[in-house]
């Protein structure tokens, strides 16, 4: 009884006519335990004398092994398969007039014409590489516009945009830089000084904030801001809030 309930880590090798095989099932039908072989073919697996080991795959014909002692004292069982022939009962064969015969039926078969097609527009063999080819109109004449849209309308509820033609000349790629810099005051002017500053200090209605940039502008407000000069341009602002203050009568505003 104490032999029989000796396990044993059992090993070895699964072939067929063709050399060793994996994905071979290796099962224990005595203690329901199994396992597969690997890319060469080998397994591991617990076993006890007097187990059954069943050997199965899909290609193969099943086998199944008792461990005897010899094994046990081998502590190794190599196992060959024989290679399972499925047989038909019946095949049935369309009517058609292919012979079975490769090089007869090949022109017998329907010409696949979307096929036929694709393989001759797709035949660059014809096809003259150093021939030269005029410019591309839309390539070079046509140009997408380009679209900038101002940060700061959402300060006074409304919003701005450019339309900047692509061009490559230097004084216009300037031009479009100085545009740039116009559209970008009203959100400088605010990360330099804060709202408050122009609400609270300069008494400019929330509403107006936008007019009195562009009043400013008119007055060299670019050139200001370009010297970065931080007390330059509060006493630039102040004094230019006085004089549009001054030009404007506001109504309900805040």
């Keep these: 009884m104490f032999a029989q309930n000796k396990q044993l880590y059992l090993s070895g090798k699964v072939k067929d006519s063709s050399g060793f095989v994996k994905d071979i099932h290796v099962f224990n039908l005595t203690k329901k335990t199994g396992t597969f072989t690997n890319d060469y073919g080998s397994y591991n697996l617990f076993v006890s004398l007097g ?32 290679n399972n022939s499925i047989v038909l009962d019946e095949v049935f064969i369309k009517t058609t007039e292919l012979l079975g015969v490769l090089t007869s039926d ?24 150093n021939a030269s080819v005029k410019n591309d109109y839309i390539d070079e004449k046509v140009r997408p516009p380009i ?28 031009l479009r830089r100085d545009i740039a810099f116009k559209q970008d005051l009203p959100q400088i002017l605010l990360d330099k000084l804060g709202t408050d500053f122009f609400l609270k200090e300069l008494k400019i209605p929330r509403k107006k904030y936008l ?36 030009s404007y009568t506001f109504k309900n505003d805040e």
């Design 211 to 246: 007019s009195f940039v562009f009043f400013c502008q008119n007055n060299n407000l670019e050139k200001v801001v370009k010297q970065d000069s931080l007390i330059t341009l509060i006493d630039y602002l102040k004094d230019e809030s006085k004089l549009y203050l001054n």
């Design 147 to 174: 679209k900038n849209t101002d940060p700061t309308m959402a300060f006074i509820g409304a919003g701005a945009s450019a339309y900047i033609p692509f061009k490559y000349s230097k004084k216009l790629w300037a």
């Design 51 to 82: 187990d059954t080991i069943q050997f199965t795959s899909i290609q193969h014909l099943k086998k199944q092994v008792i461990i005897s002692k010899r094994i046990m004292q081998r502590k190794r069982l190599d196992v060959y398969l024989i």
């Design 106 to 129: 090949v022109n017998k078969t329907p010409i696949d014409k979307k096929k036929e097609a694709l393989k001759k527009n797709m035949d660059l063999s014809k096809v003259d590489w």
